[in-house]
């Protein structure tokens, strides 16, 4: 999240409005998912037998998800400053969150990385990329029922890179007449962001497949996607 590149040529107004939707895609994608995912814990032992492993194991556990809390709220800040770095641990980021996931709620989630896929790349894509797995796979738990769900990164044709979250859950009708969530609209907006594209395949029965896709030069180039963005220039996937 860099606000300060953005609406340089447009009103102070349109700026604030614009900042005030990457902070409520942030705090919802950010926050509120991991207070849920430290409620949902909190609340599975409770259901458990208690002894002093047990207690000390829960207590690191929340330990942790705070601690994770606390660093993701320091790069909220550190993107408002306009502060960016490098990722080098994505992939092993999205590993970790796929076994902590499968071990919280008993759905299987399982991540794979090509081998061409950057081992550096800037810390505000990594964000966006993460946070757009995480809601696709909460999404799949929680509105599409499914046990399991397959994260792919790659690098495709034509100098793109495709981030794909497949479920086995029930799918989603698109004549169904429901409306978008906060949650899809939050990846929508960072596949924009990203200056790439958001498509989702579904169909009642037979799982939930969404897709990101966006330039490469995407990954080492943290303002690309901005810049895209506002311009309007988007591959579709």
Known sequence: MQPRNVGVSGSGGASDDRIKR???????????Q??????????NFKRGPFDSQSTVLQVDSVQGGLRTMLGRLRGMLYGLRGEDAFETDLAESLRI??????????????VRVARDWPDTIRRTTAQHIQRIVHEAVSNGRQHGGATSIRVTLR??????????????????????????????????????????SFSVESARGRGTTIRV?????????????LLLADTGIVEPG
């Open 213 to 225: 896709v966006f330039p490469e030069t995407t990954l080492l180039q943290g303002e690309l996607g």
């Open 97 to 110: 969150f796929a076994v902590q996931y499968t071990k919280r709620t008993g759905v299987r989630v399982l």
């Open 155 to 196: 690098l495709i044709d034509g100098g793109y890179a495709r981030v794909t979250v497949q479920d086995d859950g029930r799918g989603i009708s698109p004549n169904d007449g429901s409306q978008p969530g906060m949650g899809m609209l939050g990846m929508r907006e960072r596949a924009t962001l990203l200056g790439g």
């Open 22 to 32: 990457e902070l409520a895609r942030e705090l919802h994608d950010q926050v509120v």
């Open 34 to 43: 991991d207070l849920t995912a430290m409620l949902i814990d909190l609340e």
